[in-house]
């Protein structure tokens, strides 16, 4: 029995997909590796943000804006803000893309998952500013 080897290399991507070097859904694994690095970002900022937490819990106003009236502990909230919600709308839009099949119900949710993340994206960076800035 011989194998034929002249096809050493195949892919199941098309040939207009090898050549301009894209998956099936175009730009997937730009939105994978967006996953990631948000994730990773949690990750390195998960801790502080804890400790930050821990620490308003219980905490009346003056003592809150105090706290978060440090520069870095402001820049550390809203950084793990903005990190979770970029995540939170990837992997949404994920899971809409996969599992919604009718075209128009995907688009409106999709709309309204991008909607949803960025105010309550804003909405959080809104409290943090305000309340470090004792407003």
């Known amino acids: 029995m011989s194998v034929d080897m002249s096809h050493k290399h195949s892919s ?32 390195l900022l998960i801790v502080p ?4 937490i821990m620490k308003i819990i219980g905490q ?6 105090q706290i978060l009236g440090n520069p870095a502990v402001a820049i550390i909230m809203v950084l793990f803000i903005i990190a979770s919600c970029w995540h939170m709308k990837i992997g949404m839009q994920v899971v809409l893309e996969d599992y919604i099949h009718d075209e128009k ?5 999709i709309v309204g998952n991008h909607f949803f993340c960025w105010t ?9 500013v305000k309340l470090s800035s004792g407003v």
Not at 49 to 52: E, G, L, P, Q, T
Not at 105 to 109: D, I, V
Not at 120 to 128: C, E, P, R
């Open 120 to 128: 309550v994206g804003l909405a959080s960076i809104y409290a943090i």
């Open 49 to 52: 943000a804890i400790v930050i």
């Open 60 to 65: 009346n106003q003056a003592t809150s804006s």
């Open 12 to 43: 199941m991507r098309t040939p207009l997909g090898r050549v301009r070097n894209l998956g099936s859904a175009r730009s997937g694994t730009q939105d994978f590796f967006r996953q990631r690095i948000t994730a990773i970002a949690m990750i």
């Open 105 to 109: 119900l995907k688009l409106a949710l």
